[in-house]
């Protein structure tokens, strides 16, 4: 509406300066023309640089996140180095409302900040997605400089990944660098966690008998069974762990 205004009072001045005969007339109805001109082409250029008549609004968005990994039993977040330098990331993440989408964060880094907060233990990974805003503070403002279509336009947008300790952190090409490695020594590590999870197996049913000599056999074989299982997850987490440290710094 504002340009609207501005068109007005320069066909009202150029008529003042031209049509209307008695001198002191023209001149105060011809400033006030020009007055409205140049106070509303101030508060134009205000508008598009300072934001005149706006405030900043955000807006905040939790979701659970799913492992990135093809694997269903590792835990993994993504990025990806952009720009030529390759100093900047985004980051690739899926949420429990699109498990099979990959999204990722925006890459401009002067509108996306992140942060990777990797905690203690195992609790749910989450993300925190806090969108901020240009907003017209009121109906009166974004009737006057609406025309200029910059309501709702973006700020920042900050990312907060929390995850647990589990979860594994890698690049793209460390994530590719990682399968390659695990594949080559699938053989080697399946062999080793046999090994290892006999031998947990056998500890545990060792203890257990010492303290109830009179376990039955199906005890015994449920016990063994739940051993196995948590063996062999800690021996992969410790396995993947380990590859993980060697890729990082090979990748250095």
């Known amino acids: 509406m504002i340009i609207a205004l501005v068109i ?3 066909i009202l001045l150029f008529i003042c300066m031209t049509a209307i005969k008695p001198a002191n007339l023209r001149i105060v109805l011809s400033s006030l023309c020009a007055v409205v001109i140049v106070a509303s082409m101030v508060l134009m250029v205000k508008n598009d640089r300072e934001h005149f008549g706006m405030h900043r609004v955000s807006q905040t968005k939790n979701y659970s996140l799913v492992s990135t990994a093809s694997s269903a039993n590792t835990s993994m977040l993504l990025y990806k180095a952009i720009g030529t330098a390759g100093k900047e990331k985004t980051y690739l993440y899926k949420t429990t409302e699109q498990p099979k989408k990959m999204q990722h964060t925006d890459p401009d880094p ?7 907060v990797q905690q203690k233990g195992t609790a749910a990974a989450k993300l925190k997605v806090v969108t901020t805003r240009w907003q017209y503070r009121n109906q009166t403002a974004k009737f006057w400089f609406g025309i200029a279509a910059n309501n709702h336009k973006l700020i920042k947008r900050k990312y907060t990944f929390s995850v647990g300790n ?4 890698l690049s793209t090409s460390q994530a590719q660098a990682l399968q390659k490695q695990l594949k080559q020594n699938q053989a080697k590590l399946q062999a080793a966690a046999k090994v290892y999870v006999a031998s947990q197996v056998k500890a545990k049913l060792a203890a257990a008998l010492a303290k109830n000599p009179t376990m039955s056999a199906s005890e015994r074989q449920l016990l063994s069974q739940q051993t196995a299982k948590t063996a062999a997850a800690a021996y992969q987490q410790q396995a993947l762990a380990q590859a993980v440290q060697q890729i990082k710094q090979q990748t250095k």
Do not use: R
């Not at 002067?110 to 990777?116: F, R």
């Not at 589990?166 to 952190?169: Q, R, T």
């Open 8 to 10: 007005i009072a320069t």
């Open 110 to 116: 002067g509108k996306s900040q992140v942060k990777v």
């Open 166 to 169: 589990n979860w594994f952190v």
